[in-house]
């Protein structure tokens, strides 16, 4: 039995969906990225997996359990997002909707931080 | 921001150098792939750090949102290696080095998969570990003791649930997924009824927490104990029982604002003594039922209707069943009443003496632990004192 340790893994992972998100952003705002790029390819897989209602690959369930503690988004707007992701051309409508999701899954991160250092 | 984020980067580039000279050369190799691990996320931490502070893209005003959660994340993943992995390798002693030995025979005695982590003994919060360090944490003097060392098993499983593109713990994992499949399939089933019946909202909501305990939570924590449980036997049964008389609170719990780290400590033991059936301990497992009813009453716990729902039997049980093809699946070794490994044995001998004459036991338990850690073989045989 673990008290702090049961939220490293977790800690873990947030911390990589955090990376994983803003190298897709800065990318995308830059303009030097393309829908084959594998960064961006394994985000949409990651929204596109947590618009179903069911999935077996344990990293798109938790995704999917933080995408809903941390921001609340409908199966509609997470296939829209990960399907932009996959096209050419992804708006700034997106981008905008990334950005804040990213700024909910920072706090969620400072969070479990916290949880692992036993303050909370 | 940008003279701050860029004066703050140079200061860090800093500290991680410091940090890195403060890995110690003189340590047994038992500490060298925690020693590689911190090494390395330093450095990973620095190329983070210069492309913070010289990246000119990042330096650019729209791109200030994520550039200072990058920074956010060097500096945490900073506080981490310096408060956890290199800590624990500035302060490595004595204590620490004998329970690596004891980890490493466990590991072999239980045909392990992977790296054993290493131990150390800073914790100040039980029994934890960090699974990308690889790095378990016991109390200061836990190794001084028996009883609790059962925990070591569990917290061993963290790191097969973590490790990646590994074929070998693959058929753990795809059992802890199937598994974690039941829950949610459980979970959605009984939200349906709800959505029928058009009751209160509360039952929807609770619904919802226990969803997010399950995937975040709840299914990992089974899956360690239940590890324990089939590589261990009995003794993780009555270590259970130990931590929950010495530091639990309602063994009946069911989180109702927010999803809780563990299972409750019932549904918790109900899992484990399914295990023991499984493994023909069938005596043992009914003599800590018995204890664990006692306790129950000593405690005058009861449950909430809820509790059975959100830990039904059926699903217990599934979840029981699944680990054990897991662990077989892994080739790790599954104990029996036959098995004869020495810590395996100690362990649950322990537990017997303990029950055999409770005053006594602080007595036999000094001799075994000396025994244990002062034996030069790597396979001691501790009896009778």
Redesign the interface.
């Known amino acids: 039995m673990s008290y702090s340790g049961v939220y490293s893994g977790l800690y873990a992972r947030i911390r990589d969906y955090a990376e994983l998100l803003d190298d897709v952003l800065i990318n995308i705002k830059a303009g030097r990225s393309s829908p084959s790029d594998s960064r961006r390819q394994q985000l949409a897989q990651l929204f596109l997996g947590a618009s179903v209602s069911t999935g077996s690959n344990l990293s798109i369930q938790l995704f999917k359990v933080f995408l809903r503690d941390a921001y609340d988004l409908d199966q509609k707007h997470l296939t829209e997002i990960g399907q932009a992701l996959l096209s050419v051309s992804v708006g700034s409508n997106i981008v905008d909707r990334l950005e804040r999701f990213a700024h909910a899954l920072e706090n969620e991160r400072a969070g479990m931080l916290a949880k692992m250092r036993g303050h909370d | 921001m940008d003279g701050y984020l860029s004066g703050a980067a140079s200061q860090l580039m800093e500290r991680g150098r410091v940090l890195t000279a403060k890995i110690p050369r003189d340590l047994p190799r038992d500490y060298d792939t925690l020693a590689q691990t911190c090494r390395k996320r330093i450095n990973i931490q620095l190329e983070h750090l210069h492309a913070m502070a010289d990246d000119p893209?990042?330096r650019e005003s729209?791109?200030q949102?994520?550039r200072f959660?990058?920074f956010?994340?060097i500096v945490?993943?900073l506080d981490?290696i310096e408060t956890v992995g290199i800590a624990a390798l500035d302060r490595a002693n004595s204590d620490d080095h004998k329970l690596n030995e004891l980890l490493e025979r466990i590991a072999r005695e239980i045909h392990y998969p992977l790296e054993t982590p290493v131990v150390t003994t800073l914790s100040?919060?039980?029994?934890?570990?960090?699974?990308?360090m690889n790095l378990l944490?016991v109390p200061l003097t836990e190794g001084r003791f028996l009883l609790h060392l059962p925990?070591l098993y569990?917290?061993l499983a963290?790191p097969l649930?973590?490790a990646q593109n590994d074929p070998i713990v693959e058929p753990f994992?795809a059992q802890?997924?199937?598994a974690?499949?039941d829950a949610?399939?459980y979970v959605?089933t009984e939200k349906s009824k709800e959505d029928r019946r058009r009751g209160p909202r509360q039952p929807g909501y609770l619904l919802q927490i226990w969803?997010?305990a399950w995937?975040?939570?709840w299914m990992?924590?089974f899956f360690c104990d239940l590890f324990a449980a089939y590589t261990l036997g009995p003794a993780f049964a009555w270590s259970?029982f130990h931590?929950a008389a010495k530091r639990g609170s309602d063994p009946f719990h069911v989180p109702i604002n927010r999803s809780t780290?563990?299972p409750a400590d019932d549904a918790r033991m109900r899992a484990i003594l399914h295990a023991l059936d499984i493994s023909r301990f069938k005596d043992q497992a009914a003599k800590v039922h018995e204890c664990w009813r006692s306790y129950l009453l000593q405690c005058a716990a009861r449950p909430e209707p809820e509790y059975h729902r959100c830990y039904p039997d059926h699903l217990i049980r599934t979840i029981a069943e699944r680990t054990r093809d897991g662990v077989i699946g892994m080739q790790a070794r599954i104990c029996s009443e036959d098995t004869k490994d020495p810590i395996h044995a100690l362990l649950n001998e322990a537990w017997i003496k303990f029950w055999a004459a409770p005053d006594c036991y602080v007595t036999w338990e000094k001799q075994a632990v000396n025994r244990l850690f002062d034996s030069r073989s790597p396979t001691p045989t501790i009896h009778d004192s």
């Open positions: 893209l990042l729209k791109y949102p994520e959660r990058l956010k994340r945490a993943e981490i100040q919060q039980y029994f934890h570990i960090y699974p990308d944490c925990d569990h917290e963290h649930l973590s994992q802890f997924l199937s974690l499949s949610l399939k959605s969803e997010i995937v975040k939570y990992t924590e259970h931590l780290s563990h």
